[in-house]
């Protein structure tokens, strides 16, 4: 099984700042890397797969990059509807498909 | 616009039985795998069962250890999970996804979600 680990647990930052969250995994997955934005009280909605394509309507401020085993997701300037959970998932060594434990974005 | 509505959830004792269900609209529903996606309080998210187009297959993970079943209705744009011997670690929102991919075996990329329904397990 394909773990998955997200860094930092948390980053807090302040409407504005450049996001870069960081996802790794215990071996090369390709391009197959997917990320999903959780509101509290929402599912997750799908922003990128396969590394860099945003999904229909995603914001442009919204970019992923990577290969192998390390891939990142970055915001470059946070919106207010940004501050969420942010969470990795790999579809290259299934299954299971895995999920990386997040990574919450807040308000600082 | 794709629309997911999870139903069947609720409160059941250890050891008992309960079937989700996920009414699929928006999109042909007869031709995209379909999967069941959890996530127990306050932690993350884990994938349960996937079921191709037809229900000709699928996949579960491990850790249900053969208690779980995923079907589906395609006349009825419906898809199912029946949870048997249920236990208190099995306690979470159970989500119905879309897989993005119309081709069997590039599943993975679940591209709509529902609502998800909670199921919770406990004497």
């Known amino acids: 099984e394909i773990v998955l680990t997200q860094s930092p647990a948390t980053l807090s930052l302040s409407p504005g700042e450049r996001a870069t969250l960081s996802c790794r995994a215990s071996q090369s997955v390709n391009s197959y890397i997917t990320w999903y934005q959780q509101k509290p009280g929402q599912a997750p909605r799908l922003l990128i797969f396969?590394?860099?394509n945003r999904a229909t309507g995603v914001p442009a401020r919204f970019s992923g990059s990577g290969s192998g085993t390390d891939f990142t997701l970055t915001i470059t300037s946070l919106e207010p509807e940004d501050f969420a959970v942010y969470y990795c998932?790999?579809?290259?060594?299934?299954?299971?498909?895995?999920f990386g434990p997040g990574t919450k974005v807040d308000i600082k | 616009q794709v629309h997911l509505v999870e139903s069947g959830g609720g409160v059941v004792q250890p050891g008992t039985s309960l079937r989700l269900s996920c009414s699929a609209s928006?999109?042909?529903?007869?031709?995209?795998?379909m999967h069941w996606v959890r996530q127990a309080p306050d932690t993350g998210l884990e994938w349960v069962a996937l079921i191709s187009f037809d229900g000709s297959i699928t996949y579960y993970s491990d850790s249900l250890k053969g208690r779980f079943t995923i079907s589906r209705d395609n006349s009825k744009s419906t898809l199912f999970l029946q949870m048997n011997s249920l236990r208190a670690e099995d306690t979470a929102v159970y989500y119905c996804?879309?897989?993005?991919?119309?081709?069997?075996?590039?599943?993975?990329?679940?591209?709509?979600w529902g609502q998800g329904t909670l199921v919770t397990v406990s004497s």
């Open positions: 928006g999109f042909n529903f007869e031709n995209y795998g």
């Open positions: 998932q790999q579809r290259s060594n299934w299954p299971p498909f895995t």
């Open positions: 396969e590394t860099s």
């Open positions: 996804t879309k897989d993005q991919s119309p081709e069997d075996y590039l599943w993975g990329t679940f591209q709509y």
